[in-house]
């Protein structure tokens, strides 16, 4: 749950900046070049956003360490290293701007999804009577489907001067992912239940 909830709770400025009209395009917001006390609040939400996504890397070794290899899945890994190594690029590069809208969406999913992990795991009974889970790949899917509309709108707008390169390999990782997490939930969700009513 920390993982999640902190960097929504450290920056609220940060979600401020992004989701209240006037501060943020959308569509297509330039990187953060200089100082400014605003957008400083955003790079230093970008990095603590790139710490909470490392920290997800301890949920490899943790399942490890549990003895459940079975969880450790190619989407499991390639999302977790892509996450950090994209984050990272951002910090390094290109903090701030457009991309910072999918991070703070990004960090309300990871609320969801570790608050379902942190009731699961304070009492086992709850993984069969929580009806939601399903829905927590759901709306990873519907956050990548999103991306994938941000950065295309930003890489055929001659307007938009976020780095093509960049946006570029966004659209290909959010393409991956929605590839990866659809396979991941037909096989989780829909091909188990034919199986079960047949």
């Known amino acids: 749950v920390f993982g999640g909830i902190w960097p929504l709770v450290d920056e609220r400025q940060a979600?401020?900046?992004?989701?209240?009209?006037?501060?943020y395009s959308w569509v297509c917001q330039?990187?953060?070049?200089g100082p400014n006390p605003t957008e400083d609040k955003v790079v230093h939400y970008f990095y603590v956003f790139m710490c909470?996504?490392?920290?997800?890397?301890?949920?490899?070794?943790?399942?490890?360490l549990k003895k459940n290899k079975h969880q450790v899945?190619?989407?499991?890994?390639?999302?977790h290293v892509m996450m950090a190594v994209a984050t990272w690029l951002c910090v390094k590069y290109m903090p701030g701007?457009?991309?910072?809208?999918?991070?703070?969406?990004?960090?309300?999913?990871?609320v969801v999804m570790y608050f379902y992990y942190?009731?699961?795991?304070?009492?086992?009974?709850?993984?069969?009577?929580?009806?939601?889970?399903?829905?927590?790949?759901?709306?990873?899917?519907?956050?990548?489907?999103?991306?994938?509309?941000q950065q295309g709108y930003a890489i055929i707008s001659p307007s938009c001067d976020y780095p093509k390169y960049l946006l570029i390999f966004f659209l290909?990782?959010?393409?991956?992912?929605?590839?990866?997490?659809?396979?991941?939930?037909?096989?989780?969700?829909?091909?188990?239940?034919k199986a079960k009513k047949t």
């Open 15 to 23: 979600l401020y900046y992004v989701w209240i009209p006037g501060h």
């Open 30 to 33: 330039r990187p953060i070049y």
């Open 52 to 64: 909470s996504r490392l920290l997800d890397l301890l949920d490899t070794v943790f399942m490890v």
């Open 73 to 79: 899945s190619f989407l499991h890994l390639y999302h």
């Open 118 to 149: 942190f009731l699961t795991s304070y009492d086992v009974s709850y993984k069969k009577s929580i009806w939601w889970k399903r829905h927590i790949t759901e709306i990873q899917l519907i956050q990548f489907i999103v991306l994938v509309a």
């Open 97 to 110: 701007g457009h991309v910072a809208f999918f991070g703070t969406i990004n960090a309300f999913v990871h």
């Open 172 to 193: 290909i990782q959010a393409v991956l992912m929605i590839y990866l997490f659809s396979d991941f939930y037909l096989k989780a969700y829909v091909m188990k239940n």
